[in-house]
């Protein structure tokens, strides 16, 4: 017993010691200390309660959670609710809630067609690709029952996807199925990083962020782009050909199109407009899909609309992108919301 008790103090001490060193050492820029947890397919999702918190310097942001892993905007069953899909951008990483383009957005709503006539449902998570979105709607989406479905396109989702492998795609016989094993550990990681200890902890902060979490960190995919003035997130690190990158993103579509058929939803696709910052030499999956993404999504029925040049030409010479991470800024998120509404409107009117 007393060599048992030896054993706890000396872990503690252990901890304390590692605790403090962490403190002084290490200075996090751009950290997601919001409480985490993770599907059994292997992604990550938002909590589905509490608060969590981001720090970037020496500013700090609170972000509230609820039910179905929706940041800041709880389910209103009196609405048109449109649940809203993305990464990291969509998220509003590092901006207060009513900075957001969300948030603008659903002021945009409220005061042309009527407050809380529709509403904007949050589940975005940063690091997130097309093949969360779609897993997404298979695990919780029947729970939300949207009206639309609604996807902000970024500049990674499809290199994310084809990394993070949940579905398998064989473009030579056509078949597109479900590749993901039950995470083991899922319970375990939600514990470790579901909880006020971790919140409160550089330690475990660190860990989270640096080492067993850093594949799937939504950090580690923003790429520094020496050949370009702008860094947006991109996959040059994949070998890819691109007749598959096209064929994967698009059997993806289809799928979460017919879920959204099957659950009477509406499905609408919009670019978040950093696509038109790609360095001149970026091969990319995401790129390269979206090359020929508007003819896919007319020939499939499906809403879309890129963004990308009207908003290269609303923030040409002006700072739209945080400091470090490059994330958009209040700037970019107000562009955005201000060049998407106008499509967006006339989408939800023809319903």
């Given at each position: ?9 000396s ?9 403090g ?47 179905q892993h ?11 609710n ?14 207060p ?9 659903q ?43 609604l ?11 084809m990394?993070q492998?949940i ?20 319970g ?22 640096n ?20 860094t ?30 099957q659950?009477?939803?509406?499905l ?7 696509n ?6 970026a091969h ?10 508007e ?28 400091p ?16 998407s ?11």
């Amino acid at each position: 017993m007393k060599n048992f008790f030896l054993l706890l103090l000396s872990i503690s001490i252990g901890l304390g010691v590692g605790e403090g060193i962490i403190r002084f050492w290490w200075q996090p820029n751009g950290v997601n200390i919001s409480r985490t947890e993770f599907s059994e397919r292997g992604y990550l999702l938002n909590p589905s309660q509490g608060k969590g918190l981001q720090k970037l310097g020496k500013t700090t942001i609170t972000c509230h959670y609820y039910w179905q892993h929706l940041r800041d905007t709880p389910l209103n069953k009196q609405a048109k609710n449109i649940l809203v899909l993305g990464d990291s951008f969509t998220f509003g990483w590092m901006l207060p809630w009513e900075k957001t383009y969300l948030y603008q957005l659903q002021t945009f709503s409220d005061k042309q067609l009527g407050k809380d006539y529709y509403r904007n449902i949050n589940a975005d998570v940063g690091g997130w690709g097309e093949a969360e979105f779609l897993a997404y709607l298979q695990e919780n989406g029947g729970k939300i029952s949207p009206q639309y479905v609604l996807i902000f396109l970024n500049t990674d989702d499809i290199g994310r996807a084809m990394k993070q492998d949940i579905y398998r795609f064989d473009s030579k016989f056509l078949l597109f199925t479900p590749n993901f094993l039950p995470l083991k550990m899922a319970g375990l990681r939600t514990f470790l990083f579901n909880n006020w200890l971790y919140e409160h902890s550089s330690l475990l902060q660190f860990i989270r962020n640096n080492l067993s979490l850093s594949h799937i960190n939504q950090e580690q995919s923003i790429k520094a782009n020496t050949s370009n003035k702008y860094t947006i997130p991109i996959s040059t690190d994949l070998e890819f050909e691109d007749a598959y990158a096209i064929a994967y993103a698009q059997a993806l579509f289809i799928a979460i199109d017919e879920w959204c058929k099957q659950h009477q939803a509406k499905l609408l696709v919009i670019t978040t407009g950093f696509n038109a910052f790609y360095p001149a030499d970026a091969h990319d999956p995401t790129r390269v899909f979206l090359s020929s993404a508007e003819g896919f999504f007319v020939k499939n029925g499906i809403a879309y609309h890129d963004i990308s040049a009207d908003f290269q030409k609303s923030v040409e010479g002006k700072v739209f992108q945080l400091p470090v991470d490059k994330h958009p800024n209040e700037l970019g998120a107000k562009v955005i919301a201000e060049l998407s509404w106008p499509w967006l409107k006339a989408q939800m009117k023809r319903s």
